[in-house]
């Protein structure tokens, strides 16, 4: 990696901006730690002796400013759930049964053995997931290729990221998601939102967005008026709403009005970057008005969004494009976000100060979750797998030899689709994912798990994958545990125990720990969350997420680090990118992309786009959230939401059960209209199971660079419920 540069704000103390040490809690005598869920990671104070008087109160920190989500607030119900494990389950004549750790980590062990023996190495599989503390992640990635030596482990960050990074590697040869602190982007007059509704998926985020939001700059792209697009649009802003599957053409028309309405920054384009002569042709064939056909989005709004950009920039008042999901989560996603980072490029957004490109990671360890090595081609310090330098100083660091590392495995669907198939694996470990709901085509991956010899979930609440699993192991939630997160503008931040685990329940380091050891393998894997985060540190050094010089005394003492973060570098590197990207030369590529559309084309059978997504108070798969009371009485039931006329034409009525159709499976949904939807579209919340599974209807056509499946489009027809 070429030089990143830091600026000297990095070094001011991170006390100003409030910082992360166990002492700032606002008055109060508890501890300082950060949220159960997603990747904003807003900080929290815990205060109580027990889980039943454990209290939650918002602390001052940059990424929220003292306030908190009501999944935040409420975060701690989850530590006095009655559904919380406390012990091990076995499956035994069909049914779960309470084990002692020892027997279930036997019938384990023994499964591991006997399969390996008699299919191979990668007969034995792990899922991860990004909300796994980095100290988890890295080992998950150790135990899988130094203990089960498979190359078969990937991740749910695949449903999530997987389309952000590759773009962001493609493009400027490094992924963090947002290559600046998220509170530079409190300061921007200008905010383009691609596919992205932070007002329900990170709600303190828009006190980062009241600037743009004031004066007239906050611009959404989403097919629905969702609560983040009203914002913007009250304040004299932007609702590009366009159909589901477009942002590419979107962008494309976008960049042709950039440059030839006299928007283009010239001088960036010829001093940064490279490749803008390839990448014109293609989009010099998107003239606005064919844009506008296959978007939806008129010229004359793309033109405003186009030129609010622009004056932003050049009257120095900040101009930002985000993007998320909903731009991501397709089969051209990769494309889709490489061509959003060409029109931020041709403004000449990113590698400047106060301007910028970058992408809104989810998770709570979505950033740290994709670089310690559970993705299936990588290995610790976001590197490749398949690079003999990367294998060779990770190998010292692990204590085996190179040649023994498994290669690149499946990706996350690839993985999953291959279970008990002829050839695929035939046990798998799930560690922080709720896959019976959360993949795509879930009926599908459903009947996969079901064919596995052996299914073992740790988890610390019975979802629906543990649910159906063999072998079930009680694991620590996070105010039991110590460790770090990444968050989503690549701040390393504690999180610390603030209560005793339950009896019962082990941490995920003492099962890796316990597993190896009964599977005969001579490496040594720390439990201690500390020793394994030192580990990390030197695993990491020389890879381009670099954390060497990240220790937990320096977090602990409230330092502001955002990595890389090296001896070189000691203070972190808050922003990326300003002196030169990381590509061999220091450009940001400009890389020829087209748009395609969704994978499935919408016909006479399934006349509508489905697209998904979320709500504010249930969290991923729903399985920590349906527990909490408060928030599956605000928000308890499964929906569709549609235009009235899509209604009709379905003969259904506001409130009445339908039925959605899509060419692999149904879904049942309460309709609930909303006059300012497309009435091509409909939209399903993805936080439910069983008949109201989403994912029962999610089409798995997978990005060819980044395995990212199409979670936000497929075709579907209505059918009324009688
Ligand atoms: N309440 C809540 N918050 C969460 C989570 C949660 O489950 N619940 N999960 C966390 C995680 S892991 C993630 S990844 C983030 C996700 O955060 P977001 O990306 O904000 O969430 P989504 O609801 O998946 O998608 C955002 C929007 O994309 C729109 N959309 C659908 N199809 C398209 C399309 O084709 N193009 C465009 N431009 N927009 C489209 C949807 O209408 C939706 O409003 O949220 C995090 N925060
Ligand atoms: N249709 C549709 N589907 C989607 C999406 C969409 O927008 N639409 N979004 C996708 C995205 S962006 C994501 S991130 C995925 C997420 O979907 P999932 O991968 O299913 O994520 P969660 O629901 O967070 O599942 C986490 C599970 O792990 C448990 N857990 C939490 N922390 C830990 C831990 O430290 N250790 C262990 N062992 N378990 C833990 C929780 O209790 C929960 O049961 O869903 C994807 N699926
Ligand atoms: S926005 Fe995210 S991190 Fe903040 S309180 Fe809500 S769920 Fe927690
Ligand atoms: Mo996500």
Avoid at 71 to 80: H, I, N, P
Avoid at 243 to 252: N, Y
Avoid at 292 to 308: D, F, I
Wanted: glycine letters at 10%; charged letters at 20%; hydrophobic letters at 40%.
């Amino acid at each position: 990696m070429t030089s990143q540069t830091t600026d000297a704000a990095s070094t001011r103390p991170a006390r100003t901006l409030g910082g992360d040490s166990p002492s700032e809690q606002s008055g109060q005598v508890g501890v300082a730690t950060h949220c159960a869920y997603c990747g904003l990671q807003c900080a929290m104070t815990l205060t109580g002796t027990s889980p039943d008087d454990l209290t939650v109160a918002p602390r001052r920190f940059p990424t929220n400013r003292g306030g908190l989500c009501q999944k935040g607030w409420t975060s701690a119900e989850l530590l006095r759930t009655p559904g919380r494990l406390t012990t091990p389950l076995v499956r035994r004549d069909g049914e779960l049964a309470p084990a002692s750790w020892d027997e279930a980590l036997d019938v384990v062990a023994d499964a591991i053995v006997r399969t390996q023996a008699a299919f191979g190495r990668d007969a034995v599989a792990v899922f991860g997931g990004g909300g796994l503390t980095n100290e988890k992640a890295y080992q998950l990635g150790k135990f899988a290729r130094v203990a089960l030596r498979t190359s078969q482990i990937d991740y749910n960050g695949r449903w999530c990221m997987s389309s952000a990074a590759a773009a962001g590697i493609r493009c400027f040869g490094l992924d963090r998601g947002l290559p600046f602190p998220v509170t530079d982007i409190g300061s921007a007059h200008a905010v383009l939102l691609l596919g992205a509704n932070p007002a329900e998926t990170m709600p303190p985020f828009l006190t980062h967005l009241v600037r743009a939001a004031d004066s007239g700059g906050l611009m959404v792209a989403d097919p629905r008026l969702t609560p983040t697009a009203t914002k913007a649009l009250d304040g004299g802003g932007l609702h590009l709403q366009l159909r589901p599957g477009t942002d590419a053409a979107l962008a494309l028309g976008m960049i042709h009005l950039a440059v030839t309405e006299g928007y283009a920054d010239r001088r960036f384009v010829a001093e940064r970057t490279t490749g803008f002569d390839d990448f014109w042709p293609v989009a010099a064939q998107w003239l606005p008005e064919r844009v506008e056909r296959v978007t939806g989005v008129a010229v004359t709004v793309m033109r405003t969004a186009v030129a609010a950009l622009a004056r932003a920039r050049d009257t120095e008042r900040g101009a930002y494009v985000l993007s998320a999901r909903g731009s991501e989560q397709h089969a051209s996603g990769t494309d889709t976000v490489t061509a959003f980072i060409a029109l931020a490029l041709v403004l000449g957004l990113p590698g400047n100060r106060g301007t910028g490109f970058g992408t809104i990671t989810g998770q709570g360890n979505g950033q740290g979750g994709r670089e310690h090595g559970q993705k299936a081609d990588q290995l610790p310090g976001y590197r490749k797998i398949d690079d003999p330098a990367a294998r060779a100083h990770v190998a010292a660091v692990w204590g085996v030899d190179p040649d023994e590392l498994p290669g690149p495995g499946r990706s996350a669907f690839e993985l999953l689709s291959a279970l008990g198939t002829d050839g695929g694996p035939r046990v798998l470990m799930v560690h922080g994912s709720n896959p019976v709901v959360s993949a795509p085509d879930a009926r599908v991956v459903a009947e996969r798990l079901a064919a596995l010899d052996l299914l073992v979930v740790s988890d610390f609440v019975l979802s629906e994958t543990a649910a159906i699993a063999d072998v079930v192991l009680p694991v620590l939630q996070w105010a039991e545990e110590e460790g770090t997160l990444t968050n989503l503008e690549g701040r390393v931040l504690r999180r610390r125990r603030a209560l005793s685990p339950p009896p019962g329940c082990r941490s995920e380091l003492d099962v890796w720990s316990e597993l190896s050891a009964r599977i005969g393998c001579s490496t040594d894997f720390p439990t201690d969350p500390h020793v394994v985060f030192e580990e990390l540190r030197r695993a990491s050094a020389g890879g381009p997420a670099d954390y060497s010089a990240v220790t937990w005394a320096r977090l602990d003492a409230g330092e502001s680090l955002h990595w890389p973060c090296t001896t070189e570098r000691p203070q972190g590197t808050p922003r990326l990118f300003l002196d030169a990207f990381a590509t061999p030369d220091g450009l940001a590529r400009f890389v020829p992309v087209d748009h395609v559309g969704p994978a499935e084309a919408d016909d006479r059978d399934y006349p509508l786009v489905a697209t998904t997504g979320r709500v504010l108070q249930h969290y991923q798969s729903g399985a920590q959230t349906r527990l909490v009371d408060e928030l599956s009485t605000a928000a308890g039931a499964m929906f569709v939401q549609m235009h009235p006329d899509t209604a009709d034409a379905a003969g259904v009525a506001d409130g009445a059960l339908v039925d959605v159709v899509s060419r692999r499976g149904r879904t049942r949904a309460a309709v609930r209209l909303d006059d300012d939807m497309r009435s091509d579209v409909v939209f399903l919340p993805f936080h439910w199971a069983g008949d109201a599974r989403a994912n029962s209807l999610t089409h798995a056509a997978l990005d060819p660079t980044s395995r990212m499946p199409e979670f936000k489009a497929c075709a579907v027809r209505l059918e009324a419920v009688s």
